[in-house]
């Protein structure tokens, strides 16, 4: 009950390590979670955190679009709001990383907005819809430090009592 929330976060989870990059990045072109990250910023102290991910919750809930009464055992439809983070190793040819994000931004947005073969999982999750926001970067100042690129996910859904 009411824990569609938590299975939105772990369906993310999945599909996000489902997508595989199109350009290898040291030699990496699929994506993994790190879960021991508060923040983003915790990916820059791993030593190899090209493709690595957190799950970052902003606190954002909010009434969905949708406007419905809710039924029994039903909540008010809602939009839930977290940042997904990912770091990169910044080597030494930055365009060829840019590049690399670009493409990978593409990529992850086109696979969490897809609803084909029950990708939201809709029937745990409550989830009808998932949006991938404008992208925002931090970078470390020249080679060997850590990119961050921060993709903010809201997922609409109607969560059950």
């Not at 072109?29 to 102290?45: I, P």
């Not at 190793?89 to 590049?99: D, I, R, S």
Request: hydrophobic share 30%; glycine share 10%.
């Amino acid at each position: 009950m009411a824990q569609e929330s938590s299975k939105i976060l772990d369906n993310t989870i999945t599909r996000m390590e489902a997508v595989t990059a199109r350009t290898a990045i040291g030699g990496r072109t699929t994506f993994s979670h790190y879960d021991k990250a508060w923040d983003g910023e915790k990916l820059a102290t791993l030593s190899k955190p090209t493709r690595r991910f957190a799950i970052v919750i902003s606190g954002e809930h909010a009434d969905s679009e949708l406007e419905r009464l809710p039924q029994t055992a039903e909540g008010f439809p809602t939009a839930m709001t977290f940042d997904v983070v990912i770091g990169y190793k910044q080597g030494g040819n930055a365009y060829t990383l840019y590049k690399a994000i670009s493409e990978d931004i593409d990529e992850i947005k086109y696979d969490l907005g897809r609803t084909d073969g029950d990708r939201y999982d809709q029937s745990n999750t409550g989830m009808w819809r998932r949006t991938v926001g404008e992208s925002s970067m931090e970078l470390d100042e020249g080679s060997g430090g850590t990119l961050l690129v921060t993709l903010p996910v809201t997922c609409d859904y109607l969560p059950t009592f």
